[in-house]
């Protein structure tokens, strides 16, 4: 097999989730790694013995490199993306691919005639939970999906943003808790539930009014074509990071997922499916543990073009829609009709 060249854009905390689901990964290797800050950046390229670059442009001038990870703030994805496709590079980007509908559709046509793939990090899709749940809604057992709820109770301190001032404003981060943190619950809720036809939602700030431009809480219902309703709820303004609470009910019973395990309650019995803890540790627990694999479908898409197992624009373009019609329906206090 053809060994590939891997360079990362950007050092901060999410990068090492990436190094580490590389380096598990065989005929892989870490070429190149680009951060603005030189300091931190040639700290990094000596341990992980690899080329550094202050200016991911010039990084992208090397023909060896096959693919760029994206891992750097919001407002950055769009242009570093087109950059590393014009470059006839691989891209695999950490969520959200952009920050707005237009960002969105100019991305999708870049991808479209590039030769290079582009894929995107929506890794909680991956958590053993999650796949078990798809596979007990193929198999139908429990019925028709009437509803799904989910609620996100997470912590971010006022030191989160002035610590990384991209973070809570609006033209750096494009918003605040909808866009950074709750975009995968969301992402998970229409991949679960199948397409959302319409939603009404509001975005506030309380406890984080004085740090951050953006919301953080947020509320949302949301219809979906399967005639399934949707409750969400998050928030940045608990006092610790709680596992994701998400239960979806069907006809005959629910399917769970309550302190990072699932289970499947019907009137019978109550079963425990499936568990997304760590076995090693070496992740955050609420950041899910699917990198690894998400990253792992990416490079064997890369090897098989034929394979589509991976998230690609169009999926990730999804949840960035929803985020972008809870932001305008908050705006107006109506309804939102979506239209994908």
């Given at each position: 097999?053809?060994?590939?060249?891997?360079?990362?854009?950007?050092?901060?905390?999410?990068?090492?989730?990436?190094?580490?689901?590389?380096?598990?990964?065989?005929?892989?290797?870490?070429?190149?790694?680009?951060?603005?800050?030189?300091?931190?950046?040639?700290?990094?390229?000596?341990?992980?013995?690899?080329?550094?670059?202050?200016?991911?442009?010039?990084?992208?001038?090397?023909?060896?490199?096959?693919?760029?990870?994206?891992?750097?703030?919001?407002?950055?994805?769009?242009?570093?993306?087109?950059?590393?496709?014009?470059?006839?590079?691989?891209?695999?980007?950490?969520?959200?691919?952009?920050?707005?509908?237009?960002?969105?559709?100019?991305?999708?046509?870049?991808?479209?005639?590039?030769?290079?793939?582009?894929?995107?990090?929506?890794?909680?899709?991956?958590?053993?939970?999650?796949?078990r749940i798809r596979q007990e809604l193929v198999d139908g057992g429990l019925g028709k999906m009437l509803s799904?709820?989910?609620?996100?109770?997470?912590?971010?301190?006022?030191?989160?943003?002035?610590?990384?001032?991209?973070?809570?404003?609006?033209?750096?981060?494009g918003g605040s808790l909808l866009i950074n943190q709750a975009i995968h619950t969301l992402d998970l809720m229409?991949?679960?539930?199948?397409?959302?036809?319409?939603?009404?939602?509001?975005?506030?700030?309380?406890?984080?009014?004085?740090?951050?431009?953006?919301?953080?809480?947020?509320?949302?219902?949301?219809?979906?074509?399967?005639?399934?309703?949707?409750?969400?709820?998050?928030?940045?303004?608990?006092?610790?990071?709680?596992?994701?609470?998400?239960?979806?009910?069907?006809?005959?019973?629910?399917?769970?997922?309550?302190?990072?395990?699932?289970?499947?309650?019907?009137?019978?019995?109550?079963?425990?499916?499936?568990?997304?803890?760590?076995?090693?540790?070496?992740?955050?627990?609420?950041?899910?543990?699917?990198?690894?694999?998400?990253?792992?479908?990416?490079?064997?898409?890369?090897?098989?073009?034929?394979?589509?197992?991976?998230?690609?624009?169009?999926?990730?373009?999804?949840?960035?829609?929803?985020?972008?019609?809870?932001?305008?329906?908050?705006?107006?206090?109506?309804?939102?009709?979506?239209?994908?």
């Amino acid at each position: 097999m053809t060994i590939l060249n891997t360079a990362i854009i950007g050092g901060g905390a999410i990068h090492g989730c990436h190094v580490n689901a590389l380096r598990q990964i065989p005929d892989v290797t870490l070429r190149a790694l680009a951060d603005i800050d030189s300091a931190k950046g040639l700290k990094l390229a000596m341990a992980y013995q690899c080329r550094f670059y202050q200016d991911y442009r010039e990084m992208l001038l090397d023909e060896a490199i096959d693919v760029v990870h994206i891992c750097t703030p919001h407002f950055e994805h769009k242009s570093m993306i087109l950059a590393a496709l014009a470059a006839g590079k691989h891209v695999f980007c950490e969520k959200p691919v952009g920050m707005n509908g237009s960002e969105l559709l100019d991305i999708t046509r870049a991808a479209q005639y590039a030769p290079g793939l582009l894929g995107v990090c929506y890794q909680n899709r991956l958590n053993p939970t999650s796949l078990r749940i798809r596979q007990e809604l193929v198999d139908g057992g429990l019925g028709k999906m009437l509803s799904i709820r989910a609620v996100l109770t997470w912590s971010r301190s006022g030191a989160y943003y002035t610590e990384s001032p991209w973070r809570g404003q609006l033209a750096t981060e494009g918003g605040s808790l909808l866009i950074n943190q709750a975009i995968h619950t969301l992402d998970l809720m229409q991949w679960f539930a199948g397409r959302v036809t319409r939603l009404k939602g509001v975005v506030d700030s309380g406890e984080l009014t004085d740090v951050t431009e953006g919301e953080d809480s947020a509320m949302a219902t949301l219809h979906f074509a399967n005639g399934a309703r949707g409750l969400f709820y998050a928030s940045n303004c608990n006092t610790t990071d709680s596992p994701l609470l998400l239960e979806i009910h069907c006809e005959h019973g629910s399917l769970l997922i309550n302190d990072n395990t699932l289970w499947r309650i019907t009137p019978d019995e109550q079963r425990k499916l499936a568990s997304d803890m760590s076995p090693d540790g070496t992740t955050k627990r609420y950041w899910g543990i699917g990198h690894q694999q998400a990253i792992r479908r990416f490079y064997h898409a890369i090897h098989h073009p034929e394979n589509t197992d991976y998230t690609n624009i169009h999926e990730a373009g999804k949840s960035l829609t929803l985020v972008e019609a809870i932001y305008r329906s908050s705006q107006i206090r109506q309804w939102i009709d979506i239209n994908n």
